[in-house]
């Protein structure tokens, strides 16, 4: 019973991980599930702590694949942006 009762928790906090990791902070769910499973609430703790990591992205008006925001070539076609001055 008390394999179990392991085995749950580890799995619980895995699954805890890997879910605020990926839905929320925009970062690796196996990874973090991974971690999650090594260390319970302390690698969840750490993820918490981690900035939403946030990359912008635009659409290619030649082949709509979508590319960084600051990127001034398609890694794809080879369209060029026009270089945005503020």
């Given at each position: 019973?008390?394999?179990?009762?392991?085995?749950?928790?580890?799995?619980?906090?895995a699954?805890?991980?890997?879910?605020?990791?990926?839905?929320?902070?925009?970062?690796?769910?196996?990874?973090?599930?991974i971690?999650?499973?090594?260390?319970?609430?302390?690698?969840?703790?750490?993820?918490?702590?981690?900035?939403?990591?946030?990359?912008?992205?635009?659409?290619?008006?030649?082949?709509?694949?979508l590319?960084?925001?600051?990127?001034?070539?398609?890694?794809?076609?080879?369209?060029?942006?026009?270089?945005?001055?503020?």
């Amino acid at each position: 019973m008390e394999i179990f009762l392991a085995i749950l928790w580890v799995a619980l906090w895995a699954g805890t991980c890997a879910i605020v990791a990926g839905a929320a902070r925009g970062r690796s769910p196996f990874g973090w599930a991974i971690l999650g499973a090594l260390v319970s609430m302390f690698a969840l703790i750490v993820l918490l702590a981690l900035p939403k990591r946030e990359t912008r992205v635009k659409g290619c008006p030649r082949c709509a694949e979508l590319v960084k925001d600051k990127a001034l070539v398609c890694r794809f076609c080879g369209h060029e942006f026009a270089v945005a001055t503020e």
